[in-house]
Each structure stands twice: as C-alpha cells, then as structure tokens.
C-alpha cells in the first residue's frame, strides 16, 4: 500500500482521524521494512518544540519489551510522534491500563494498537509452562492461550486478550463508542519486520 506520506505528514498530531494514523503506522512499517531512509525530525529544534509545547502522538502503542519491538522504528516514527507502554509480552494490568487511559483521554489519541510479536520469550515460556520470574505474566497469557500450542496463533490470541482488556475500561469502551478511538491489534514478525494488521 503506498499512501504518498513525505516525512513532513509524521509530525503527529492528536487530532488525526483513526484510518489515517493506522495508514501512518502501515506506511512507516513498509518504509522500514523495505529499509529506506529515516527522515524524521529528530532536531535539536524539534525537541525544544515537545518541550515548549507538549507531545501530540497520533497513535498509542502497547507493545512487548522485548529489545527487538522497537515501535519508534518499526512504523518509522519521530519524537512526539507515538505513545508507547511496554511491558513484556504485551500484557495489560493496572499499570498499563494507567497509561493508555492517559494517552487516550489527556493526549487524544485516536488510534490503541496492541502490537504482539513471534518469538515472545514470554509466551514461550507459558507455552512451556516454565513461569520462572515472568510468572504474573505468564500466568495471564497462559489464561490467554488456553489450549492453544501454535506459537504465531498464540501471539494473536495474547494480543486479542490485551485487547479485551484494554476495551473493558469503560473510559475507553465510551471513547471507542463514540467514534473518538479505535482499537486495534497488530503482530510484528521478528524475523523480516513485517507487521501483520489483525
């Protein structure tokens, strides 16, 4: 898909309409992944601009913690651009929950992406059934998995599973309601950077 996005169209704002920051999110992934140049404005001038003025993300992200997710790159997006919550394998808990409710409401964001990944150590690990220190996590994803032993089919399930969660908050189920948010999921492949829009 090519939208026709020139860097200037990534200086993110609050207001964009939901379709248009997820087509931003597709692009950028398709910059990246066909490794192109990153021509986003990471200026001396730009921070002092996220200083003075605040930060206008398009799109929220709630995503694993696992050093290779890294959604600033993945989507290609520039400081101020993306509010990101991660935390490993991209489970919802009250803290998290916190966050997004922050973004959403306070920053206006219009666009929730949960964005999972292959190979999540942390759902590897409830796959096994080996919690060690990632037990509170695991615990929820195996709740997440029930019977389920594909891992990419897994990743969907745990990501549909923060999802659920995420549109339980009644702050957001009314944003969602009225047209003011959507809500979507996403799974990155670790092993080409493609993302896969669910």
Excluded at 7 to 24: N, T
Excluded at 106 to 132: F, P
Excluded at 174 to 190: F, Q
């Amino acid at each position: 898909m090519t939208c026709g996005y020139t860097a200037d169209d990534f200086d993110g704002d609050a207001h964009v309409p939901p379709d248009e920051a997820l087509a931003r999110l597709a692009e950028g992934n398709r910059i990246y992944v066909e490794a192109l140049d990153h021509h986003r404005d990471l200026s001396p001038e730009r921070v002092r601009d996220l200083f003075e003025n605040g930060q206008r993300p398009f799109a929220t992200i709630v995503t694993c913690a696992d050093s290779r997710v890294v959604p600033e790159h993945i989507f290609m997006a520039g400081l101020g651009e993306v509010f990101v919550i991660r935390v490993a394998g991209n489970v919802v808990g009250p803290t998290e929950a916190a966050s997004v409710l922050y973004a959403c409401e306070h920053l206006h964001t219009r666009l929730l992406l949960v964005l999972g990944h292959t190979h999540c150590g942390a759902i590897k690990a409830a796959l096994d059934g080996e919690a060690g220190p990632l037990a509170p996590i695991t615990e929820r994803i195996t709740a997440a998995l029930g019977s389920e032993r594909d891992p990419y089919r897994a990743s969907v399930l745990n990501t549909e599973a923060a999802i659920d969660e995420l549109r339980a908050l009644p702050e957001l189920a009314a944003l969602e309601h009225a047209g003011r948010l959507m809500v979507r999921g996403a799974i990155y492949h670790t092993h080409c950077g493609v993302v896969d829009f669910l």
